[in-house]
C-alpha cells in the first residue's frame, strides 16, 4: 500500500472579498495535489497567480474556503497548534526581529516550542555555522547583508527540526550569484535531513534547479503543468514550462 | 564621551547660561520681588535640596508623579490591548477617551475635590484621568503599527498568547512605551502641581501656594527649579532606558 501522502489538496478553493467591496475574486480553483514524504516540489507561476494563497493555506495561516486540504493527515487551520514544531517557514523576506541578534532569531521558534535552553543555544549556533555564519551569531539584522539575513531566517526555519519545509520565493530578493549558492545550500540541507520541501518561485531555472517535482499554476491557481524531472528531464521540462507560461525563451541554466 | 555628543552638552549649557544672564541683567533693572538675582535663586534651590524637611515635599511630589503614571500606564495598556482585540471595544471606549481629552486639568481638579475626601486619592485620580487617554491612544499605535509580516512568521511557530505577547507583542510596543513616558512626564509634571496648588497640604504645588503668599519669587523659582530638576533627571533615566533597549537600531552617522 502507498503511503499516505505529507502534503494532500483535495479541490482546494480560496476566494476572497474584493478590498472595494465589489464581488470576490478567486485566488485558487479547485486545485488538488499529493507531495509526498522527502520530495521537494517546486510551485512555478506568473505574479498572482495563487502560489502564497496556496503556501498560506498549507501553513495553516488561511482557511480554505471550499475542498480539503491535509497536511499529515490534519487540517492545518483548524489544527493549529498540531503543527507545533512541524512546519518550518522560509518567507519572501528574511523577516528577523530587529530587536534580536541573528543568534537570538535562530532561538525564536525554539523558545517558542519549549526547547531545553542549552541544547536550543547549541543547535541554533550549530545552524549558523552550517549556514557559513560562524561569528556574526550576536550581530543585529541590520549589520548583515541580505544574503546573510537570508541565512539567518533559514537557519531559523530549520533549527526547530520540522517535517516540512515551506519556502516562498526565499531567494528573490538576493542577487543572483548569492541566489545561487543558497539555493544549492538550500537542498543540500533538505536532502541531508531528509525533509519534505515547498519551493514556490516565479522563477523557471530556479524551479528546475531545486525541485524533483515542478507544478506549474495557472491564475486562479490551479495546475497548469506538472514536470517529475528524473522522468521528463530538464530539458524538456523548461521548454514545455515555458510553453504553458507563454513566456519569452530564456536558455536553461 | 564622542565629539557629537560634547558639542550637544556645551550647547545646552550655553543655552541655560543666556537663560540665566538675561534674568540676571532683568534683576539689576527690577526689583529683587519681580526678579531676584540669580545667586538668590541658586542658593534657595541647594537649600531645599539639602534640607530635610523641605526635600520631602520634592519627593512628595515625584512620588504623586510616578503612581498617577503608573496608574495611568497600567490602564492604559489594558485599554489599548482591549481595543486592539475589538471593534466593539474601540467603537465604545475610543469616544469616551476623546472625551475626556478635552476635559481640563482644572476641572478634573474640581471634581476631585467635590467627589473624594483624601487628598493622596485626589491626587492620584486627577493625575490618571489626564494622562489616561495619552498612555492609551500612544500605547495603540505602537500596537497597530506591528508588522504585519513578523506577526505571520512567528504565528508560523504555533505560540501561545503569552508567548506571542513576550516575543513579539512586547519588543515591538517598547518604543511606544517609552515615548509616552516622556511625553506624559512633562504633562504630569505641570498637573501635579496644579492639583497640590489647589488641594493639598504638602508637595511642591502647595510649597508654590506658600511662596505666593508670602510674595517671595526667589522661593517660587527655587521651587518651580525642583520640578524642572527632576523632569530632567526622569528624562535622563528614560533616555539611558531607551538607548539600552533600543540599541539594535541602526544610527546613521549623517544627521537628519
Same mark, same amino acid.
Given at each position: ?24 475574486f478567486?485566488a ?13 516540489v ?23 474556503t ?7 493527515? /490534519? ?18 523576506g528574511?523577516? %528577523? ?18 526547547r ?25 539584522? /541590520?549589520? %548583515? ?29 538576493l ?16 536532502r ?36 517529475? %524531472? ?14 504553458? %507560461? ?8 | ?8 552638552? #556645551?550647547?545646552a549649557?550655553?543655552?541655560? *547660561?543666556?537663560?540665566?544672564? *538675561? =534674568? ?8 529683587p ?12 534651590? *541647594? ?9 520631602v ?25 482591549? *481595543? ?9 471606549v ?43 491612544f ?20 504555533r505560540?501561545?498568547r ?18 509616552? =513616558? ?14 497640590e496648588l ?12 506658600r ?11 527655587? =521651587? ?8 530632567? #533627571? ?23
Amino acid at each position: 500500500m502507498a503511503a499516505e501522502p505529507i502534503i494532500a489538496f483535495d479541490d482546494v478553493s480560496k476566494v476572497f472579498p474584493r478590498a472595494d467591496g465589489r464581488g470576490d475574486f478567486t485566488a485558487v480553483d479547485k486545485l488538488s495535489f499529493d507531495i509526498d514524504k522527502g520530495e521537494i516540489v517546486a510551485v512555478l507561476g506568473k505574479t498572482g497567480c495563487g502560489k502564497s494563497t496556496m503556501f498560506n493555506i498549507v501553513a495553516g495561516l488561511i482557511e480554505p474556503t471550499s475542498g480539503q486540504a491535509r497536511v499529515i493527515g /490534519h487540517d492545518p487551520f483548524r489544527d493549529f497548534d498540531f503543527f507545533r514544531g512541524k512546519i518550518g517557514i522560509v518567507f519572501q523576506g528574511d523577516r %528577523l526581529m530587529p530587536w534580536r541578534s541573528a543568534l537570538d532569531n535562530v532561538l525564536l521558534g525554539l523558545q517558542i516550542l519549549d526547547r531545553n535552553p542549552k541544547q536550543a543555544e547549541e543547535a541554533a549556533r550549530a545552524w549558523l555555522t552550517r549556514l557559513g555564519l560562524s561569528g556574526h551569531e550576536h550581530d543585529y539584522p /541590520h549589520a %548583515l547583508s541580505g544574503g546573510m539575513r537570508q541565512r539567518v531566517s533559514i537557519a531559523r526555519a530549520f533549527a526547530v527540526d520540522p517535517e516540512i519545509l515551506l519556502c516562498d520565493e526565499p531567494f528573490s530578493s538576493l542577487d543572483e550569484m548569492t541566489a545561487r549558492d543558497l539555493r544549492a545550500e538550500f537542498v543540500r540541507l533538505v536532502r541531508q535531513n531528509n525533509k519534505t520541501a515547498v519551493f514556490i518561485t516565479h522563477q523557471i531555472n530556479e524551479a528546475i534547479e531545486i525541485g524533483d517535482r515542478v507544478l506549474v499554476f495557472h491564475h486562479p491557481a490551479r495546475i497548469a503543468y506538472e514536470a517529475r %524531472l528524473a522522468e521528463t528531464g530538464r530539458e524538456q521540462a523548461h521548454s514545455e514550462i515555458m510553453r504553458v %507560461l507563454g513566456t519569452e525563451p530564456t536558455p536553461l541554466s | 564621551m564622542s565629539d557629537s555628543r560634547t558639542m550637544r552638552v #556645551v550647547q545646552a549649557a550655553a543655552s541655560m *547660561i543666556v537663560l540665566a544672564a *538675561i =534674568w540676571q541683567v532683568l534683576s539689576m533693572v527690577f526689583p529683587p520681588f519681580l526678579f531676584p538675582p540669580v545667586p538668590d535663586i541658586i542658593k534657595r534651590t *541647594i537649600e531645599v535640596l539639602i534640607t530635610g524637611s523641605l526635600l520631602v515635599d520634592v519627593l512628595l511630589t515625584a512620588a504623586r508623579i510616578f503612581a498617577g503614571l503608573l496608574g495611568a500606564f497600567l490602564l492604559g495598556g489594558l485599554l489599548a490591548l482591549a *481595543i486592539g482585540q475589538s471593534r466593539t471595544v474601540e467603537n465604545f471606549v475610543t469616544p469616551v477617551l476623546t472625551f475626556f481629552q478635552g476635559i481640563p486639568a482644572l476641572s478634573w481638579v474640581v471634581f476631585a475635590i467635590i467627589w473624594f475626601h483624601g487628598i493622596e486619592f485626589r491626587v492620584f485620580f486627577i493625575m490618571v484621568m489626564t494622562t489616561l487617554p495619552a498612555f492609551t491612544f500612544q500605547i495603540l499605535d505602537a500596537l497597530r503599527s506591528m508588522s504585519k509580516d513578523l506577526f505571520e512568521m512567528t504565528m508560523s511557530f504555533r505560540p501561545s498568547r503569552a508567548k506571542l505577547f513576550r516575543y513579539l507583542i512586547v519588543p515591538t510596543i517598547v518604543p511606544g512605551i517609552l515615548t509616552a =513616558w516622556k511625553v506624559n512626564l512633562g504633562n504630569a509634571a505641570r498637573v501635579v502641581v496644579v492639583a497640590e496648588l489647589v488641594g493639598a497640604t504638602g508637595g511642591v504645588g502647595y510649597q508654590l501656594l506658600r511662596q505666593q503668599q508670602l510674595f517671595d519669587m526667589a522661593g517660587a523659582m527655587a =521651587w518651580t527649579l525642583q520640578l524642572v530638576l527632576f523632569v530632567l #533627571v526622569v528624562q535622563q533615566t528614560i533616555n539611558a532606558i531607551e538607548a539600552w533597549a533600543l540599541r539594535y537600531r541602526a544610527v546613521s552617522e549623517r544627521a537628519v
